[in-house]
Nanobody
Framework: QLRLVESGGGLVQPGGSLRLSCTPSGFTLAHSAVGWFRQAPGQEREGVSCVSVGGTTTNYPDSVKGRFSISRDNAKNTVYLQMNNLGLEDSAVYYC????????????????????WGQGTQVTVSS
């Protein structure tokens, strides 16, 4: 059974950091672009980061640029999202997703591009 598992979420104080991991079961991420998305209650799911197959292209919205960093380790079959200087507005369920038909050096924050999703991990920023 194919699965995509996010981990690393939790409760953190404002200004703190978390590192999320996205690890598949039953398939490899090596040929996929990978995106991280988040969804807060009552809000649309939004893209917060993506990385191309080779890791050469990354994208971030302005809301997280300079604070979040995506990376991939194909040897470990894992994609990471390092989140620094977290604020209250970053509280959400975070999802990773894969684009199984990526273009070369391409990734997008548009959720419609992604074909397979994990179940999410909760990130709560609170004092």
């Amino acid at each position: 059974q194919l699965r995509l598992v996010e981990s690393g979420g939790g409760l953190v104080q404002p200004g703190g950091s978390l590192r999320l991991s996205c690890t598949p079961s039953g398939f490899t991420l090596a040929h996929s672009a990978v995106g991280w998305f988040r969804q807060a209650p009552g809000q649309e799911r939004e893209g917060v980061s993506c990385v191309s197959v080779g890791g050469t292209t990354t994208n971030y919205p302005d809301s997280v640029k300079g604070r979040f960093s995506i990376s991939r380790d194909n040897a470990k079959n894992t994609v990471y999202l390092q989140m620094n200087n977290l604020g209250l507005e970053d509280s959400a369920v975070y999802y990773c997703a894969v684009d199984w038909r990526p273009g070369p050096d391409f990734c997008t924050l548009h959720k419609g591009r992604y074909e397979f999703w994990g179940q999410g991990t909760q990130v709560t920023v609170s004092s």
